[in-house]
């Protein structure tokens, strides 16, 4: 996947994701890291949810996660859906 690539598909999930919320039975919300994103979340945030265990950490500062190329364009296209 390329940069573009790894966008596109959080768009489409985050179509699928506003269904979710807008769902009484399952509501929660959604965060991004896309750099200009509706849902991007502030630096502050996304290290409280690192800590928690609910986001992802910075997988370009990981060498084995970098040479397996699961880091390519990080943080583009990454965020994390998290129910109520």
């Given at each position: 996947?390329?940069?573009?690539?790894?966008v596109?598909?959080?768009?489409?999930?985050?179509?699928?994701?506003?269904?979710?919320?807008?769902?009484?039975?399952?509501?929660?919300?959604?965060?991004?890291?896309?750099?200009?994103?509706?849902?991007?979340?502030?630096?502050?945030?996304?290290?409280e949810?690192v800590?928690?265990?609910?986001?992802?950490?910075?997988?370009?500062?990981?060498?084995?996660?970098?040479?397996?190329?699961?880091?390519?364009?990080?943080?583009?296209?990454?965020?994390?859906?998290?129910?109520?």
């Amino acid at each position: 996947m390329n940069k573009q690539d790894r966008v596109n598909m959080e768009n489409s999930m985050i179509e699928a994701f506003k269904k979710l919320i807008a769902d009484p039975a399952y509501g929660g919300s959604y965060y991004s890291l896309t750099p200009g994103s509706p849902y991007e979340i502030t630096p502050e945030f996304y290290k409280e949810l690192v800590k928690k265990h609910i986001m992802f950490k910075d997988m370009a500062d990981d060498s084995y996660l970098a040479a397996a190329g699961i880091a390519s364009d990080w943080p583009h296209g990454r965020g994390v859906y998290v129910s109520a």
